[in-house]
Each structure stands twice: as structure tokens, then as C-alpha cells.
């Protein structure tokens, strides 16, 4: 059984930033690839990042490029979500989400990570 714990969302004005963690523990889990999505009131979830641990190759939605930074260590199973400039638009659900091996899904898309985090919210006020 994997789990995933997603830590350190909150309230922050633009401008501001936050640091979202997320730890996966499971006896014989061992995370190839990690990402993070999001999901804001009645819209679908969303694609942020994702990063492969083989080579630190990182992945990010053109609307974070440059503001967000994605990182962590494979051998923890652990990720990192650095938000800086945030702004109003990134108020949302933030999901952690982890697969084992490579698939025949884009990282980009959710259906290619079997375990997910319960969510953490980051709210941006303006």
C-alpha cells in the first residue's frame, strides 16, 4: 500500500511564495517519476510538474514555467513544489501523484500516476 502526503500549503498574498512537500512511503515502493497537479473550484485537475528521478528530467505547465520550481530526492520518494510569484490564478487544490515505472501515458496526464495524495490547498489572495 502506497501513501503520499502533500505538507506546506496555506494562505499568501501575490507576489508571495510557498513550499509544498510531499512525502511517498509504502514497505517495497520506489517512485520513478513524481509530479504535482492542481485543481481549482470548478475546473478539472491540472498538470503543474513532474520530475523523473533517472536523470532529474522536469516537466512544467507553460502557466508555472519560470515561477515554479519542482525537486526533491528519488531515493526518499520525496518532492518538492517551489511556488514563487504566485498569483490569484494559482488558488487551488494541490495533489501529489507518483508512478512506479514508465507507461504509455504522458507525464503530463493523470492517468499515467496510480497513487495521489489527498490535496493540500494554496490560496493566493490579491
Known amino acids: 500500500q502506497v501513501q503520499l502526503v502533500e505538507s506546506g500549503g496555506g494562505l499568501v498574498q501575490a507576489g508571495g511564495s510557498l513550499r509544498l512537500s510531499c512525502a511517498a512511503s509504502?514497505?517495497?515502493?520506489?517512485?520513478?517519476?513524481m509530479g504535482w497537479f492542481r485543481q481549482a473550484p470548478g475546473k478539472e485537475r491540472e498538470f503543474v510538474a513532474a520530475?523523473?528521478?533517472?536523470?532529474?528530467?522536469?516537466l512544467y505547465a507553460n502557466s508555472v514555467k519560470g515561477r515554479f520550481t519542482i525537486s526533491g530526492d528519488g531515493a526518499k520518494n520525496t518532492v518538492y513544489l517551489q511556488m514563487n510569484s504566485l498569483k490569484p490564478e494559482d488558488t487551488a487544490v494541490y495533489y501529489c501523484a507518483a508512478a512506479s515505472s514508465d507507461g504509455s501515458y504522458s507525464y503530463r496526464s493523470e492517468y499515467y500516476y496510480p497513487y495521489w495524495g489527498q490535496g493540500t490547498q494554496v490560496t493566493v489572495s490579491s
Open positions: 509504502g514497505r517495497t515502493f520506489s517512485s520513478y517519476v
Open positions: 520530475i523523473r528521478w533517472s536523470n532529474d528530467y522536469t
